[in-house]
């Protein structure tokens, strides 16, 4: 079982708000790691996004909208990147990583069409 | 402003070497860990190591222990990527990025803007 497992692709409609998840194996803790969120579009490098642990342990990165942001789901594993007021140009592949084991592991990534 | 400045693109043949750079620019750049990130064509990232430029302390990604190797010359602030004998499953983009504070386990803040590797015959 992958480290990181995030959904293939989403779809969202302009001005609605997008949940993009990163579910963490059964044996990782999501509540003990800081997971970050990247943006790549075609033809671009990565982007970073945010940093997020818990809400007294976050991070936005410089220039980022404050329509993104961070939360997790302690239950369920799972960290996510909440995307509200959806715009075209947040159309592009999201990844998500955590430091883990000594080294660092990204998710397989999720398309985020908005349309 | 932190940059990250990566070299051309190179082409090369099955078994040939070939050596990238990541030329970092900013205040006190040898104090952070620089990433070597690898994208195959449609594919997502994997780390591939990291290496702190004021001592040059390197680790590498499991996958990636033994397959190239991750160098830095703190002087001129530039970080390396390096293969002794190139395959086609080479064949990839590869970014270099920057720890966002001091230490290993701090994420990656700013990306250089990758460089092209192909190997064909």
């Known amino acids: 079982q992958a480290v990181l497992t995030q959904p293939a692709s989403l779809s969202a409609s302009p001005g609605a708000s997008g949940s993009l998840t990163c579910t963490l194996r059964?044996?990782?803790?999501?509540?003990?790691?800081?997971i970050y969120w990247y943006q790549q579009k075609p033809g671009s490098p990565p982007h970073y996004l945010l940093r997020?642990?818990?809400?007294?342990?976050?991070?936005?990165g410089s220039g980022v909208p404050s329509r993104f942001s961070g939360s997790k789901n302690s239950s369920a594993n799972v960290g996510i990147l909440v995307i509200s007021a959806l715009q075209s140009e947040d159309e592009g592949d999201y990844y998500c990583m955590i430091w883990h084991s000594s080294a660092w592991v990204f998710g397989g990534g999720t398309k985020l069409t908005v349309l | 402003e932190v940059q990250l400045e990566q070299s051309g693109a190179g082409v090369r043949k099955p078994g040939e070497s070939l050596k990238i750079s990541c030329q970092f620019s900013g205040d006190s750049l040898t104090k952070f860990w620089i990433a070597w990130v690898r994208q195959m064509p449609g594919k997502g990232l994997e780390y591939m190591g990291v290496i702190y430029p004021d001592d040059s302390d390197t680790r590498y990604g499991p996958s990636f222990q033994g397959q190239v190797t991750i160098s830095a010359d703190k002087s001129i602030r530039v970080a390396y990527l390096q293969w002794s004998s190139l395959k086609a499953s080479d064949t990839a983009i590869y970014y270099c990025?920057?720890?966002?504070?001091?230490?290993?386990?701090?994420?990656?803040?700013?990306w250089g803007q990758g460089t092209l590797v192909t190997v064909s015959s």
């Open positions: 997020y642990r818990s809400d007294s342990d976050k991070e936005l």
């Open positions: 990025a920057k720890s966002s504070k001091v230490g290993i386990n701090w994420g990656f803040d700013s």
């Open positions: 059964s044996d990782i803790n999501v509540d003990a790691h800081r």
